[in-house]
C-alpha cells in the first residue's frame, strides 16, 4: 500500500532582478517528479548536490510551495488541505534535517526542543510533556541527565539524537530524514543508520532518506531512486540498482564507489563536461550532454521513466525495458568497463 503518492511534482524558483524587477528565468530545481513511498519502507534518493534532493523533501511537506503537481499523503492531496488540515497533517509527517549544528536552537534546551512538537499540537504539557521527552531521549539513546543541557554541551551524534527525538515526538507515520549523516564521523554514521532502522521497525515508520553517499543508502534502503538535474532517472529495488543499474549516469556514480577489498579493482567512468544549470537545462534527456552513449534521439525528445515486470524505472532511450543491454551487468567485475 502506497503511503505517499507524488505525481508530476515541480518547483521552479523565479530570477528576478535589474532595475525593475524583470523576470530573467527559472532554477528548475524539482521538474516533473513523480515516485511513490510504500508504508513501512525506506524509499533511499541518491543524486549529486545540487541535483534537487533536498528540495523535493521540503517540497514535499510543503515547506516549500510547489510550482505544480500532486502530493498525495494516505489518500489526501495535500495542496487542497487548508491551513489548519495541514497543520495536523504535519503530525504524520517529520524531518529530520542534515545539520545537526543549525537545525537546534542554541537557546533552547533539549527538553524544550524535544517537547516543543508537543505543546503546539496539545498532545502533552506538564508533567506529562516531561516524561514523553524522556522516554523519547531513551529511545534514541540519550539519558534523562540530558533533559536541561542546551545543544553546544552535546557532539554532532548527540544532535543527531535529539533532532530524530524531536521529530519523533509527534507519533509521525512518515519521516524525511535529509542526509542526516553527511556531517558526522564514519563511526557515528553506523550508529545513527542503525538507530533509524530500530525505530522503524519498532514504530513502523516509513522513511524517504535523501543522501549523496550510494553505500549508506544501499545500507538502509528497500528502493533507490537517482534523481539527476531536478529528474528521477531510475528507481528501482536496492538490489537491482546496485547488482544491474541501467542508466549511464546510475553506472557512473557507482564506479565511483570504493570497494572494501584491496584485491577486487573496477574502472571509474569519467563523465564527460560538468553538470548543466538548472537555469537553461538541455533539450531532450538533461544527462545526454555528459553520457558516452547518447543517441540523436536523445539529444531531441525526453525520456520517459518506463518500468520492466521487476519494477525496475529507468528514464533512458537507449537502455531500459526493451532496450540495449549492458553486456557487463555488474559494474564491478575486476577490469571491465560498463
Not at 19 to 33: C, I, N, P, T, W
Not at 63 to 72: D, K, R
Not at 271 to 298: K, Q
Amino acid at each position: 500500500m502506497n503511503l505517499l503518492e507524488v505525481r508530476n511534482l515541480k518547483k521552479y524558483f523565479p530570477l528576478d532582478g535589474g532595475l525593475f524587477s524583470r523576470h530573467k528565468g527559472e532554477v528548475k530545481a524539482v521538474d516533473d517528479v513523480s515516485l511513490t513511498v510504500e508504508e513501512g519502507e525506506t524509499l533511499g534518493l541518491v543524486g549529486e548536490s545540487g541535483c534537487g534532493k533536498s528540495t523535493l523533501g521540503r517540497v514535499i511537506l510543503r515547506l516549500i510551495e510547489p510550482t505544480a503537481g500532486e502530493i498525495v499523503f494516505e489518500g489526501k492531496d495535500l495542496m487542497e488541505l487548508s491551513p489548519r488540515q495541514l497543520r495536523e497533517m504535519r503530525r504524520e509527517m517529520q524531518i529530520i534535517f542534515q545539520d545537526p549544528y543549525a537545525s537546534l536552537n542554541p537557546r533552547m534546551r533539549v527538553g524544550e526542543t524535544v517537547g516543543e512538537g508537543l505543546e503546539i499540537h496539545k498532545l502533552a504539557t506538564g508533567k506529562k510533556k516531561r516524561d514523553r521527552v524522556m522516554e523519547l531521549l531513551n529511545q534514541v539513546g540519550l539519558k534523562e541527565e540530558h533533559y536541561d543541557r542546551y545543544p553546544h554541551e552535546f557532539s554532532g551524534g548527540q544532535r543527531q539524537r535529539i533532532g530524530i527525538a524531536r521529530a519523533l515526538s509527534v507519533n509521525p507515520r512518515f519521516i524525511i530524514a535529509d542526509e542526516p549523516v553527511s556531517s558526522l564521523d564514519v563511526s557515528i554514521q553506523a550508529q545513527i543508520i542503525n538507530l533509524l532502522q530500530e525505530l522503524q521497525e519498532k514504530m513502523h515508520l516509513t522513511y524517504l532518506f535523501i543522501s549523496h553517499d550510494l553505500r549508506v543508502v544501499e545500507h538502509i534502503s528497500h528502493r533507490v531512486a537517482i534523481m539527476y538535474l531536478g529528474k528521477i532517472v531510475e528507481i528501482a529495488p536496492s538490489d537491482a540498482i546496485y547488482k544491474d543499474p541501467k542508466h549511464p549516469y546510475t553506472r557512473a556514480l557507482l564506479s565511483a564507489v570504493p570497494l572494501p577489498d584491496p584485491e577486487r579493482k573496477k574502472e571509474r567512468i569519467i563523465l564527460e563536461g560538468d553538470v548543466p544549470s538548472p537555469v537553461n537545462p538541455p533539450s531532450g534527456c538533461s544527462f545526454h550532454p555528459r553520457c558516452a552513449y547518447r543517441e540523436d534521439i536523445c539529444i531531441s525528445a525526453e525520456p520517459r521513466l518506463e518500468f520492466d515486470a521487476d519494477h525496475h524505472g529507468v528514464s533512458c532511450h537507449v537502455f531500459g525495458p526493451g532496450k540495449r543491454v549492458w553486456k557487463t551487468p555488474d559494474p564491478t567485475t575486476k577490469g571491465q568497463r560498463a
